[in-house]
C-alpha cells in the first residue's frame, strides 16, 4: 500500500514540475520571443500612452467617431450614472430569443435612433451588427457595412467630406484570414485612432 502511495506521490510532484511550472514557463517564454505583441495582448499605444487593446471594444459616443457593436456588457441606459464604463467582468450575449418583445423593441428603437443619427441611413437598410450585440459583449471590430453605413455622421461632425471619411474606411478593412476564414472587417479603435491622425475634428 505504502508502496503505491509513495509512487502516486512521486508521479504528483514530477507532473506538477513539468505540467504546472516548466511547460508554462517554457511556453511562455516562446510566445514573448516569438509573438510578444500578441503574448502582451495586442496593446495598442499613441504618445507612449495605452489606449487599448485591438482584441477588445471599447464604447464610442461621440459623433464623430466611429461606434462599435452594442454590448451586453455596457448598458446604454444606467439607472444612475449614464456614463458608466464597460463593466470588464461581464462577457456574454444577451441571450434573448428572436421572439422575445424586449430584444424587438430594443431592436426597433435603436434602428429609429441610428436613422436619426446617421444621414442617409434608412431604417430598412440598416446592417445586422449595428442592432445586435456580439457573443462575447467585447466585439472589437463592427462589419465593412456598419462602418460606410456611418460615415456621413462622422464627415460631419469632424467638417470633412464623406469621401475622405469612407477611403480612411476602405483602408482599414481586414480581409478573411487566409483569403477563406472569417469575414471582411473594420476594428474600431484603430479606425477611431486614424480619424484623429488624418481627420482631425474641425473646430
Known amino acids: 500500500m505504502w508502496k503505491h502511495a509513495a509512487i502516486a506521490i512521486k508521479f504528483t510532484i514530477v507532473t506538477t514540475i513539468i505540467l504546472g511550472l516548466l511547460y508554462p514557463l517554457a511556453i511562455t517564454g516562446l510566445a514573448q520571443a516569438i509573438f510578444p505583441k500578441q503574448a502582451n495582448g495586442s496593446i495598442i499605444e ?3 500612452k495605452i489606449v487599448g487593446s485591438k482584441l477588445i471594444g471599447q464604447t464610442f459616443s461621440r459623433p464623430e467617431y ?3 457593436r452594442l454590448s451586453a456588457a455596457f448598458d446604454p441606459n444606467p439607472p444612475k450614472d449614464k456614463n458608466a464604463p464597460q463593466d470588464t ?3 456574454s450575449g444577451s441571450n434573448l430569443a428572436p421572439t422575445s418583445k424586449t430584444l424587438v423593441d430594443r431592436v426597433k428603437n435603436d434602428v429609429d435612433k441610428l436613422s436619426k443619427e446617421n444621414p442617409g441611413l434608412k431604417a430598412g437598410n440598416v446592417p445586422a451588427d449595428m442592432v ?3 457573443a462575447s459583449g467585447f466585439d472589437p471590430d463592427i ?3 456598419n462602418a460606410y453605413a456611418q460615415v456621413a455622421r462622422v464627415a460631419k ?3 470633412a467630406s464623406e469621401e475622405a471619411v469612407r477611403k480612411l474606411v476602405t483602408v482599414n478593412i481586414t480581409g478573411r484570414q487566409l483569403g477563406i476564414l472569417g469575414e471582411p472587417r473594420v476594428n474600431v479603435l484603430k479606425l477611431n485612432l486614424a480619424l484623429d ?3 482631425t475634428k474641425a473646430k
Open 46 to 48: 499613441r504618445g507612449g
Open 132 to 134: 445586435t450585440t456580439s
Open 143 to 145: 462589419t465593412p457595412a
Open 197 to 199: 491622425e488624418k481627420l
Open 89 to 91: 467582468y461581464v462577457s
Open 157 to 159: 461632425a469632424r467638417g
Open 66 to 68: 466611429f461606434h462599435a
